[in-house]
């Protein structure tokens, strides 16, 4: 019965479904706060930490690097939430640890450094002329490079007729993107 | 021959599918030693893998402040929830605590019109059999029991006078009634009051108990919502021959209640 639900959260994540989100926010914030706070880590810098749980824990999900729960969500958030406070409470360069987070009960290796910490000015000019794109083109490569959807699943979603149609539209707003920058 | 048709296929193959299977993680073995041969050789290429790692990148930082304000958003509708659940816990307490004085203050001021009569009328006879000593020594208990009578402690009082020895004794009874009677307690005063308004004993009667009584036991009635008989005694006060206690205050009262 525990597996039936905790496979359809999974999917849910996937979609983006923010009611989802709230849940496991709610859910698994008091047990991850108590942990946390056993670090002797302070109550603001815990809140903050365990929300970039969550997102580096839906980023696993989004990514296909965690395809079922074989353990509840608790175990995950921790093990995630373990290697953000060691990165907190040792205020090294986050290239130090390599990012790879082990789950002790199931052997199973999650990432947390999915995506670079860096964030250059060239990245944020990519990021100021991305919002100026229609919301076609942003909604398609939102989906493709953010939340792990394929060009397939992208087409479906986004009611094209076919997976041609839909690549030479992401290649037309690469390109628009790039020429806006240049 | 066969593997030099197949790196054939490989090269036609779009630059842009080959950047596609990176990011979703789709390489075969060989199109990724291809990717990486690219990456060194054909600056195009690597240029426009580039910019879409950092494309990949702002994105990611868009999405990841987006999604933090939203569990931000979370967060405080969590700590919303606790207050206004506050204000309403504290909202329905407030509400149950005017019901109750309601309820209180609807209950004293709708007394029936002979327990009204009762209050105005009512007070406990003052103590004419051991006026109280101050600082003496070897306090009998019937001392004590009238000292607490004094001090309006009622319970303590009928406790003492339960444990004298003379507690059959019309004034020890009497009292005893008028602790009860102070106390709201109607019945036990009426049982009191009842022999020693009918006792024959005239002789032994220096204080006039029986007379007294009459009245005590009308107040009594009155408390009890027995009007007839608090009337009936009241008229024996009214007609009493050698007793004037209380006589017009009787007289009042029987102009006052309403006949039922």
């Known amino acids: 019965m525990a597996g039936v639900s905790q496979k359809i959260h999974l999917e849910a994540i996937r979609k983006g479904d923010s009611s989802v989100l709230e849940t496991i926010y709610k859910s698994n914030r008091d047990s991850f706060l108590s942990f946390a706070l056993g670090f002797g880590i302070n109550r603001d810098d815990a809140l903050d930490i365990y929300q970039d749980t969550i997102i580096a824990f839906r980023e696993n999900v989004t990514s296909g690097k965690l395809t079922e729960l074989k353990c509840a969500p608790s175990t995950y958030l921790c093990a995630i939430g373990k290697y953000k406070i060691f990165q907190l409470l040792r205020r090294q360069k986050p290239n130090a640890l390599d990012g790879r987070v082990i789950v002790e009960e199931t052997k199973e290796v999650l990432d947390v450094n999915l995506f670079e910490e860096e964030y250059t000015n060239r990245m944020e000019l990519i990021g100021k002329q991305l919002k100026k794109l229609g919301n076609r083109c942003r909604e398609i490569l939102v989906l493709f490079y953010y939340e792990g959807y394929t060009l397939d699943e992208i087409a479906i979603k986004l009611d094209y007729s076919n997976k041609l149609v839909l690549k030479s539209q992401k290649s037309r707003c690469l390109k628009q993107l790039k020429d806006s920058i240049l | ?260």
């Open chain 2, 1 to 260: 021959m066969f593997e030099t048709a197949e790196r054939l296929n490989f090269i036609t193959m779009n630059k842009e599918d080959l950047i596609e299977k990176y990011f979703t993680d789709t390489l075969s073995n060989e199109e990724r030693i291809l990717f990486d041969k690219l990456l060194q050789n054909d600056q195009a290429f690597k240029e426009e893998f580039v910019f879409q790692k950092e494309l990949k990148q702002s994105i990611a930082h868009q999405q990841r402040e987006t999604i933090k304000r939203t569990l931000q958003g979370f967060e405080a509708n969590l700590n919303r929830k606790k207050v206004i659940s506050f204000k309403y816990w504290l909202a329905a307490a407030s509400v149950m605590l005017i019901l109750t004085l309601g309820y209180f203050a609807f209950n004293k001021y709708t007394a029936s019109q002979p327990e009204k009569l009762f209050t105005s009328n009512f007070s406990p006879y003052e103590n004419v059999v051991h006026p109280t000593v101050r600082n003496s020594n070897n306090a009998s208990i019937e001392s004590k029991a009238f000292s607490a009578y004094d001090g309006g402690s009622y319970y303590k009082a009928i406790n003492l006078l339960n444990s004298v020895e003379n507690k059959e004794a019309d004034y020890i009874r009497f009292y005893k009634a008028m602790c009860f009677l102070a106390l709201d307690k109607n019945q036990e005063a009426i049982d009191l009051l009842l022999p020693i308004a009918t006792s024959p004993n005239e002789s032994s009667d220096k204080y006039k108990w029986r007379a007294k009584a009459n009245w005590y036991l009308g107040l009594a009635y009155l408390n009890n919502n027995e009007t007839d008989r608090a009337k009936s005694q009241f008229n024996v006060v009214i007609n009493h021959p050698d007793c004037d206690f209380k006589k017009e205050e009787a007289k009042k009262i029987m102009s006052q209640i309403k006949s039922d």
